[in-house]
């Protein structure tokens, strides 16, 4: 059973930065596009960046040019550089594969103040 363990979430001002993180229980990630996908009350699950095992990339237009997701094959590990944060990022932040095939970790909180 892989299991995805997000972090570095917390609390912002809007317009501040965070960078997150997700380590993978095994080596899987060097043979798999991986996404951040977010969660906010009420809403359902979005994916917002993606990455291919070859490095490319792809964003969500909401968050197109201040969002930078990358990877470490070595580490298992991939991030979400956020920068300009505004509140509607408010959200749980998960990583999976893409498409999605293993069980959702719990998440990292968000959260964005005006």
């Known amino acids: 059973q892989v299991q995805l363990v997000e972090s570095g979430g917390g609390l912002v001002q809007a317009g501040g930065s965070l960078r997150l993180s997700c380590a993978a229980s095994?080596?899987?990630?060097?043979?798999?596009?991986m996404g951040w996908y977010r969660q906010a009350p009420g809403k359902q699950r979005d994916l917002v960046a993606s990455?291919?095992?070859?490095?490319?990339?792809n964003y969500a237009d909401s968050v197109k040019g201040r969002f930078t997701i990358s990877r470490d094959n070595a580490k298992n590990t991939i991030y979400l550089q956020m920068n300009s944060l505004k509140p509607e990022d408010t959200a749980v932040y998960y990583c999976?594969?893409?498409?999605?095939?293993?069980?959702w970790g719990q998440g990292t909180q968000v959260t964005v103040s005006s």
């Open positions: 999976n594969t893409l498409p999605q095939m293993f069980s």
């Open positions: 095994i080596n899987y990630f060097n043979i798999r596009a």
């Open positions: 990455v291919t095992n070859s490095g490319a990339t």
